[in-house]
């Protein structure tokens, strides 16, 4: 007898709801809310708490609270994450999220995962010392080390599935429109 493989991913719940919602494809569009508040210096806490979705307004068990701040090194009072740190958490989260939820479906059951993360960049120009430079990260470069009962193939192969579906990983490799507007 097979042991059962538990994940913590609830698979049927997620294939029922892709099922449900390609039959009624307007609760699939979702809008998710974060908002900002500055501080001091350049010391700011965002919070996430509602979101719309499934025809209707939604809303997290609590809300979400998130500090950021630059770093010492930047005159600043390093009170949260660097804005840029928080993307590389939203990418290593939802990579990860998915290798579970792939693995879950595929029968695969895992013992650890761990993501690393590095973005490459350059602060030239972010500090407008060098307008040649870009703002943002050169590149990002996601290392996975998954321990679970597969083959490294299959592994490999978890992570890619991941990567496809993605949704910060899609964010961050295919433009996006941002509008910013001043109330």
């Known amino acids: 007898m097979s042991e059962v493989v538990d ?3 609830n698979v049927g719940h997620l294939l ?3 099922d449900a919602l390609s039959e009624a494809p307007e609760g699939a569009q979702f809008t998710w809310r974060a908002s900002c508040e500055w501080k001091h210096g350049t010391h700011s806490q965002s919070s996430v708490e509602g979101f719309r979705g499934l025809g209707d307004e939604q809303t997290h068990k609590r809300e979400f609270t998130f500090d950021a701040d630059h770093p010492e090194v930047f005159a600043a009072e390093d009170n949260g994450a660097t804005p840029v740190e928080y993307i590389l958490v939203g990418l290593a989260s939802c990579l990860t999220a998915g290798v579970a939820s792939v ?3 595929r029968d695969i059951q ?3 995962v761990k993501a690393t ?3 490459e960049m350059d602060i030239l120009g972010i500090l407008g010392a060098d307008t040649d430079v870009r703002n943002g990260f050169n590149g990002i470069k996601v290392q996975f080390d998954v321990d679970a009962d597969a083959s ?3 592994i490999e192969a978890l992570v890619a599935q ?3 579906r993605s949704a910060v990983y899609d964010i961050l490799t295919n433009p996006t429109n941002v509008t910013v507007e001043v109330k």
């Open 152 to 154: 490294q193939d299959d």
């Open 110 to 112: 895992l013992r650890s």
């Open 16 to 18: 029922g709801a892709r």
């Open 7 to 9: 994940n913590g991913v």
């Open 162 to 164: 991941s990567q496809k």
């Open 117 to 119: 993360l590095e973005g």
């Open 103 to 105: 693995a879950q479906n």
